[in-house]
């Protein structure tokens, strides 16, 4: 037999040393197995003793058949000795090539298991430095193999483990021994913990199943790589995040509670100022209540942005789609800006296309708060000029889509500022920070619901000439098509006559929209010009009130230059409409409040006798306010609210329109007023949060105290400065007929009145 390879003890590191191997004497085995015949010694002295024999006889005179036949024998005898010495010298020469052969095979065969035996070593060291854990089962998950890895991490040897399974041995890898596997093999790995002497440790496990289909038999191969440090990090950024999604969640409640605290004293300055605005004051004092108003109105806005900020930030911008009126809500967002940019004196315009769908779904609050945005920067950067709103219909990777497009006239922006705007706190420049005022905070802002919207903004700016920003939303699965595309003006040739002409534009716009014909003049001789080149003068003529001078010459002197031949309409401001009777008798036949409202201009066109077109939510005068007041005199409102200041301005704007008050300070009191009260109260005023018992609970209680009673529901009207859709539904949900927001403005508060009381 070969001699063994010797194998070092591997706690002395050294390398495995080749031993020679002797080769085997093959010979005793042939011969004892008869395949080396004996020597033929013996053979050839018979033989020859035969031949002698025949000699001797020969010589003595014995028959000669008997010498002739010894002689015979014993020369064949001979013969057949040679013969097979003969053989037997060839047979033990093949027999030393094969056993020189065969030492040859044996020293191959012993190489081969030397470097077989080295690479096993080698890998097995390879494999155990690496740390990872080899383990092999059989089909009913008991251990075929292991490598001392995983023997050493159980404190165990491996020949201990064989035959063990890994339930046996307290791992549980969740993994079922024997799948069926459809193809023949599975690959399948999860996390396990291992308990050791030294704690648990977590390994990455990662098991190939294979299926012999010839036998019928399945091996379960495992790799398992240690990852408890990765599951410590992972462990360690969970409750850093769990940590922070508190501290984040803190700030949140703590700046809502701040933002709630600050907004209550800031809704009584803005609402005293307005009521004192209504007071006898001298125009000194009326400019110092307007200054009051304005920076009370700026500190709410920042108030309101680092709110919408805060919530972005943690995640919680909640969209809430809704049907949207498409012409209201964009008309009533310019409106709102009217003001403004009217003190500024800039133009303001608004054009939809007629295509535009009549609704589209969207979050309304956040869409009004977009346009808010954008159009209240464009008022604020522009100082000459105008700002116009347009909005059109396009299509959006394939899908319908409407475009909001705000266009300035302002100073513009380089490249280089375009990129940054959207950032948190950045502005164009310093400067613009100390002359517009501002955090930086509206257009980041922006762009976050818009991204949330599903929905795009860019913006085109060229440095001197303006700006444009376009927000493209998609419509939503509720849009309905507006059906009133028809030319229904196509028999209109008007000239507007305006010093803004950015405003005149979008009025031009819609009267082309529709089929009509409209062209812009900045005075009478612009305006006799384009009459010239159009060969016949203009059936309608619509001239700002800011060119009418106070001897209302203007509409005759048009008439002189052969401008118009037909009626005449005036675009005034609210702060003109003193001025209307002198435009009347100046020969106007209509007028438009600006900014000019699309279907307001279309029903003036058409319309063969104008009437003063002025949209509801323009009527905010005193006078106003008085008639509205008279229309309802005399109706008895409980009000409840625990902030003083916000009690004491909404029984001072309801008194002062002429009503009865009764004032509460929680819903306890205000349902114990309702229940107990002799006289019924037309109207309820509710407070949201209030000690003891807050609104919600109130007009729960309240509800079914009337149910139980039979009488009839009193209207209840929420206050409340959380304005959000979300909270709007909600109070309609509990039994609230209206919602008024904070800060209280004396005309929506009357107007809502009005509406309940009379429903």
């Excluded at 063994?4 to 004892?32: C, D, H, Y």
């Excluded at 950067?381 to 302002?410: H, L, M, Q, Y």
């Amino acid at each position: 037999m070969a001699e063994r390879i010797a194998t070092p003890v591997a706690s002395e590191k050294v390398q495995p040393r080749r031993m020679r191997i002797k080769s085997p004497a093959l010979a005793p085995a042939l011969a004892s197995e008869g395949l080396v015949p004996p020597h033929r010694g013996g053979e050839m002295m018979l033989s020859l003793a035969i031949l002698l024999i025949a000699g001797i006889a020969h010589l003595t005179g014995a028959s000669p058949l008997i010498g002739l036949f010894l002689a015979i024998l014993g020369a064949f005898s001979l013969l057949v000795t040679v013969r097979a010495a003969n053989a037997d010298k060839r047979l033990l020469s093949e027999v030393a090539r094969k056993e020189a052969v065969s030492r040859v095979e044996m020293e191959d065969l012993a190489d081969r298991m030397w470097e077989l035996r080295e690479s096993e070593e080698r890998f097995q060291g390879l494999v155990d430095a690496l740390g990872d854990l080899i383990v092999h089962r059989d089909r009913g998950g008991r251990i075929i193999y292991v490598n001392r890895v995983f023997a050493e991490l159980l404190d165990r040897e491996p020949e201990q483990l064989v035959g063990r399974t890994l339930s046996q041995l307290g791992i549980d890898i969740g993994l079922v021994p024997d799948a069926a596997f459809s193809d023949g093999e599975c690959l399948s790995s999860t996390d396990v913990a291992i308990h050791t002497r030294h704690g648990v440790r977590w390994y990455s496990w990662i098991e190939h199943s294979v299926r012999d289909e010839k036998a019928g038999s399945v091996s379960h191969r495992a790799i398992a790589r240690d990852i408890t440090a990765r599951k410590r990090a992972e462990r360690a950024l969970i409750n850093a995040r769990e940590r922070a999604e508190q501290a984040s969640h803190a700030k949140s409640r703590f700046l809502a509670t701040v933002s709630h605290e600050i907004r209550t004293p800031m809704n009584g300055i803005m609402g005293m100022a307005t009521l004192l605005a209504d007071t006898r004051l001298t125009p000194e004092q009326r400019t110092y209540v307007g200054a009051v108003s304005t920076s009370a109105s700026a500190l709410l806005a920042l108030i309101e942005d680092l709110l919408d900020y805060s919530k972005i930030e943690a995640g919680r911008l909640e969209l809430e789609p809704q049907s949207i009126l498409v012409h209201e809500m964009v008309e009533n967002v310019v409106e709102l800006l009217a003001a403004r940019a009217f003190a500024k004196k800039i133009g303001l315009g608004c054009y939809i296309a007629p295509n535009v769908p009549s609704r589209i779904t969207a979050d309304p609050g956040r869409v009004r708060q977009v346009l808010l945005n954008l159009l209240g920067n464009a008022v604020k950067f522009t100082d000459e000029g105008g700002v116009t709103v347009c909005v059109t219909r396009e299509e959006k990777n394939g899908a319908p889509a409407i475009r909001f497009a705000v266009t300035d006239s302002g100073p513009g922006m380089e490249k280089a500022d375009i990129t940054r705007i959207f950032k948190d706190f950045e502005q164009v420049d310093g400067s613009s920070t100390r002359r517009h005022g501002g955090a930086g905070l509206g257009l980041a802002i922006t762009k976050r619901i818009v991204d949330a919207m599903n929905g795009s903004i860019a913006v085109a700016s060229t440095p001197g000439e303006g700006s444009e920003f376009a927000v493209v939303l998609p419509l939503g699965t509720g849009a309905h098509e507006e059906a009133d595309a028809d030319p229904v003006l196509y028999e209109v040739n008007a000239v507007i006559l305006s010093p803004y002409l950015e405003e005149a534009e979008t009025i031009a716009m819609t009267i082309r929209a529709y089929g009509g014909s409209a062209v812009i003049a900045t005075g009478p001789e612009d305006a006799a010009r384009l009459a010239k080149e159009a060969g016949k003068p203009f059936d309608t003529v619509l001239v700002d009130a800011t060119l009418e001078a106070d001897d209302g010459n203007l509409i005759t002197r048009l008439h002189q230059l052969g401008v118009g031949a037909g009626r005449a309409l005036t675009l005034i401001t609210p702060s003109e409409r003193g001025r209307l009777a002198a435009f009347r008798a100046s020969g106007y036949g209509a007028f438009l409040a600006r900014p000019v409202r699309g279907k307001t201009l279309l029903h003036q066109l058409l319309s063969e006798h104008g009437e003063i077109a002025w949209p509801v939510s323009e009527a905010r005068d005193a006078k106003g306010r008085k008639q509205l007041a008279e229309a309802k005199r005399g109706l008895r409102i409980l009000v409840a609210e625990d902030n003083e200041i916000n009690a004491m301005l909404a029984r001072a704007a309801l008194k002062k329109a002429g009503h009865e008050v009764d004032l509460v300070s929680n819903g306890r009191s205000a349902l114990e007023a309702v229940s107990n009260s002799v006289k019924r109260y037309d109207v309820v005023l509710m407070d949201l949060h209030m000690p003891v018992m807050d609104g919600l609970d109130a007009i729960n209680a309240i509800r079914r105290h009337e149910e139980e009673t039979g009488i009839a529901p009193v209207p209840i009207l929420v206050l409340s400065a959380d304005g959000q859709e979300k909270t709007r539904h909600g109070v309609l949900a509990h039994g609230a007929n209206g919602f008024v927001t904070k800060p209280l403005d004396p005309d929506k508060l009357l107007a809502a009145l009005e509406m309940h009381a009379a429903a």
